[in-house]
């Protein structure tokens, strides 16, 4: 099976596990989940890493966010164990907050993917609103509507209406 034939068929295979059989990947080898709940992850393709990353905005964070906010973030990225294997990351410029982790091309099936997906969602979901706090706590920054504030204690699939694609 060649390169593209895998990446296909892994995209196809984790279509019909979310109940999405129109999944596939855009022009430029990628592909947005989105949620119900506004959380959005995308899927790209990197052939000069011969893998996939997944990834997803967690949200803005302030440059005088709390310390405590800052070894929390640490905390849960050491060993991937707060972040189910993924990995925050920090676009300074921009001050937003990503959660990523990157998938190598032999690893990569529809199955596997989808496991990624999932633990990524819940970690998305609790971290969302630790964000909305922070910057709640700091008014002059806040931007209103931009985190919910909803608190999940794990992350659930709902097969029905609870995924569009926007590819």
């Not at 496991?115 to 979901?125: G, S």
Request: aromatic share 8%.
């Amino acid at each position: 099976m060649t390169d593209n034939e895998v990446l296909r068929s892994a995209i196809s295979e984790l279509g019909c596990l979310l109940g999405i059989e129109s999944l596939a990947w855009d022009g430029d080898a990628s592909c947005l989940v989105e949620f119900v709940d506004s959380v959005g992850i995308t899927l790209y393709f990197n052939d000069e890493y011969d893998g996939i990353y997944i990834y997803a905005l967690v949200g803005e964070l302030a440059h005088d966010a709390p310390a405590r906010l800052l070894a929390e973030v640490l905390e849960s990225n050491l060993f991937g164990i707060g972040t189910r294997g993924a990995s925050f990351g920090l676009d300074r410029d921009n001050g937003l907050l990503y959660l990523s982790r990157s998938v190598p091309q032999g690893a990569v099936c529809g199955e596997y993917l989808y496991r990624c997906l999932i633990d990524m969602l819940d970690v998305l979901r609790r971290w969302k609103p630790k964000l909305g706090e922070a910057l709640a706590a700091n008014a002059d920054r806040a931007i209103e509507g931009a985190l919910s504030t909803a608190s999940y204690d794990q992350a659930t699939y709902d097969r029905h209406g609870s995924i569009t694609v926007r590819p």
